[in-house]
């Protein structure tokens, strides 16, 4: 008969090897009873068990209690350091380092910040992490779950047996930690969960996993992200230095998956992106890749807006690793990396962050605050701190981690109102009774003031839909604190104009005017995005109004039109080749149609435009300062025609924009000017380059000084049919 002192009670074995204690690391490892020293372990599949001291020799054989591999005895005084196993089957022997002969790896200082919500490096301390610890190499894992009963990592390193690694669980914070001798990098793993009730539930994908299986499977994947050799410090250098509202601006948003594909439909990796996409961008002119969410997502049509792995760069394309060569690449070559970040919502596949513990952890358990109705996803609870860390940490990580130039946050406006999409007795007001969600824009203040201030040089970009105030704000004056804001009313009133008739267009004169109200209220980015070319939509080029080659005019017209305009520029991939189709996640761009002489035309036009923006301070160093425009031609409605100047503020040329949006031209037109004198013509949409019918100025205008339209002289000059001109002050 056991000696009652020391051995456990009989339902506790029961609970160790059924996977349903607690807290294991109390009962299993070396514990001191009396004067002497006892040992349990429980190996799955074992029939003898021997101690081994730290150099591997047998030191003892400890009993076996249960047929599933529990054993338990006493220990010599001199076996104390015994850090290993021997065990036996008939199979034959392995060596076991038994993680309950090991310490914690997190300590009080982060139960500390954990707790308070103000730990910002969770992501070195949560998720699984290979490193040597007490003298061991393995994997530390470390999962966020204060309601569960019970966690496990499970995974390659035991055969995905739940008793096998029950986890520690720190009470302070309900985080629970393990370090698994042996546990290697690139070993699928996930967590296995009982609720609050015992319930066991279905195996969860890591929170914070850093890489993660390709789709369909949903496992988590073991990575390093902290070993990187980055070869742009002379990029961040600079970075730190620039101004970004006062800086050329021009995004070429992307889904990687999309952009090319090869011939089998395979999709490329991302140093093959690398390879190709980068050096394409660079020779466009544009200055920045806006990526599509790359965050591990099980759903290709969703484009990663339901991602369900918020730190693990998608395996689509590759391994962190390539990632981070990715960005690394783009660094050097000059272009910045913008990420779609995803904090408004998630998914609720059973793998992910829904219930995650068994309760509402990561969200609202009322579904009037915790569902989104417009995509069937859950909305994180801004106001648990636990939660708001979580993903203040991930915005962090994608900066720091992965050297990313910049953040575009998705569906802001559904973030800051409690009803949106809802009818009435659908939300639940705030504590004032207003319909804005406080807790949200706490969270967005705060996720700016720590980028920004850890990060110099950054950007954060609001998708904004509303006329939220103080977007682009800085947050000790109260506004959100976002670098830009997306200007979704430039997109729908200038294609909205450019969809009717060009005889109609007079009637309609003020959708290209009332702009101008408000572009200087926040920092705007212009976006012509993937929203617009998606869902039956069709194309921008299809969008426009008129017969073909009034088609391809008005596009040529319109880009120009924009990126004359003052605020940042972004054009979703593949609008550059003008094409009649709308674009789909699930093919290649249509590359072919450069075969084609317009499409090639248009993306001329796209390529001349970004580096005349890049290279005069004119169209980019007061995109968001009034004082950088200045009105010419506001008013000429029956010619819909459109003019103004912009002005750099440093004593650089002005430039003269001016639109015609008929299809008639008009020579001898009379031009109200800033200054008179000579005045080059810089770009022309109608030139024959672009596929236009080659009217112009012969490479120039001369501005007299005689005053018209309250400006101090005027030009003649030459507008063809539905084009864009730019004129530079010369000398």
Same mark, same amino acid.
């Given at each position: ?34 004067? *002497? ?68 790896? /997190?300590?009080? /200082? ?137 800086? &050329? ?13 090869? =011939? +089998? ?6 140093? *093959? ?112 701190? !636990? ?6 940490? %991930? ?31 659908? @939300? ?8 804005? =969600?406080?807790?949200?824009?706490? #969270? ?11 990060? &110099? ?6 998708? !904004?839909?509303? $006329? ?21 009313? #430039? ?10 008739? &060009? ?41 426009? $109004?008129?017969? $073909? ?11 120009? #039109? ?8 972004? /054009? ?18 249509? @590359? ?36 950088? #425009? !200045? ?12 003019? @103004? ?40 949409? +109608? ?21 018209? %339209?309250?400006? &101090? ?19």
């Amino acid at each position: 008969m056991a000696d009652p002192d020391w051995t456990l009670p009989a339902p506790e074995v029961e609970a160790i090897v059924s996977g349903r204690h607690g807290d294991p690391f109390a009962v299993l490892g070396l514990h001191q009873a009396g004067a *002497e020293w006892v040992a349990r372990a429980f190996v799955p599949g074992a029939e003898e068990l021997e101690v081994l001291d730290t150099d591997g020799r047998r030191l003892a054989a400890l009993p076996r209690r249960h047929q599933a591999g529990f054993f338990e005895g006493l220990l010599p005084v001199s076996c104390r350091q015994g850090l290993g196993y021997l065990a036996r089957n008939q199979g034959g022997r392995w060596t076991v380092i038994d993680p309950y002969l090991l310490g914690p790896v /997190l300590g009080p /200082l982060d139960d500390y910040y954990i707790g308070e919500g103000n730990h910002l490096r969770l992501y070195d301390r949560l998720g699984a992490h290979p490193m040597r610890h007490e003298g061991h190499d393995g994997v530390h894992f470390a999962v966020w779950a204060p309601n569960a009963s019970r966690v496990s990592a499970v995974g390659d390193f035991n055969g995905w047996d739940g008793r096998a690694h029950v986890m520690r669980k720190r009470r302070d914070t309900g985080v629970w930690e393990i370090f698994i001798p042996g546990a290697q990098e690139g070993q699928c793993y996930k967590y296995e969960l009982l609720d609050p009730t015992g319930k066991l539930l279905p195996l969860k994908s890591d929170p914070f996993g850093f890489s993660a299986e390709m789709r369909p499977k949903t496992a988590s994947r073991v990575a390093r992200t902290d070993n990187f050799n980055w070869e742009d410090k002379a990029y961040l250098d600079r970075r730190r230095k620039i101004d970004q509202r006062r800086t &050329p601006m021009s995004i070429y948003e992307v889904h990687l998956g999309s952009w090319r594909r090869w =011939n +089998d439909g395979r999709f490329l990796t991302y140093d *093959e992106l690398a390879d190709t996409l980068i050096p394409y961008v660079a020779e466009m002119g544009y200055t920045h890749i806006e990526l599509l969410p790359v965050s591990e997502h099980p759903f290709d049509p969703s484009w990663g807006y339901q991602p369900t792995g918020l730190y693990a760069p998608t395996s689509r394309f590759g391994d962190p690793a390539g990632f981070a060569r990715f960005v690394d690449g783009a660094h050097r070559a000059g272009i910045g990396v913008i990420l779609d970040w995803v904090p408004a919502h998630f998914p609720t596949d059973e793998h992910g962050l829904a219930r995650f513990d068994g309760t509402a952890l990561y969200e609202h358990e009322d579904p009037r605050q915790g569902f989104h109705p417009d995509w069937n996803t859950a909305i994180y609870n801004f106001g648990r701190r !636990e939660v708001a860390s979580f993903l203040l940490n %991930n915005a962090l990580y994608w900066l720091e981690r992965y050297h990313v130039d910049g953040l575009r946050v998705d569906a802001v406006a559904s973030m800051l109102y409690l009803d949106y999409s809802r009818r009435e007795g659908e @939300w639940i007001p705030n504590e004032h009774g207003g319909r804005e =969600n406080l807790e949200a824009i706490a #969270f967005l203040q705060r996720v700016n003031h720590e980028a920004y201030g850890q990060n &110099p040089g950054i950007v954060t970009i609001a998708e !904004e839909s509303t $006329a939220f105030p103080g977007v682009s704000k800085p947050t000790n004056a109260g506004g959100l604190g976002f670098g830009f804001k997306w200007n979704m009313g #430039f997109m729908h009133d200038t294609l909205s104009y450019l969809k009717r008739e &060009p005889i109609h267009r007079k009637h309609h004169h003020n959708e290209l005017t009332f702009g101008l109200l408000y572009a200087f209220s926040e920092n705007f980015v212009l976006p012509l995005s993937h929203d617009e070319v998606v869902h039956g939509k069709g194309s921008l080029l299809n969008k426009m $109004a008129g017969d $073909a080659w009034q088609k391809f005019a008005t596009l040529r017209a319109y880009y120009a #039109f924009m990126w004359g305009y003052p605020g940042k520029k972004l /054009l979703f991939m593949g609008q550059e080749l003008a094409p009649w189709g709308e674009w789909s996640e699930a093919k290649s761009l249509d @590359w072919n149609l450069l075969d084609h002489a317009p499409h090639r035309g248009v993306q001329s036009l796209m390529r001349d435009l970004n580096h005349v923006y890049r290279g005069t301070p004119a169209l980019h160093a007061r995109d968001c300062e009034p004082e950088g #425009f !200045e009105w010419l031609t506001a008013d000429d409605k029956e010619n819909s025609v459109f003019a @103004w100047a912009r002005h750099s503020g440093e004593g650089h040329p002005i430039v003269v924009v001016v639109s015609n949006f008929t299809p008639v031209p008009r020579t001898c037109y009379a031009l109200p000017m800033p200054v008179a004198g000579r005045w080059r013509e810089l770009l022309n949409t +109608d030139a024959h380059i672009y596929g236009g019918s080659g009217m112009g100025n012969m490479g120039a205008v001369v501005a007299e000084p005689e005053p018209l %339209n309250g400006k &101090p002289a005027q030009a003649s000059v030459t507008l063809p049919p539905l084009a864009t001109l730019y004129f530079m002050q010369d000398g």
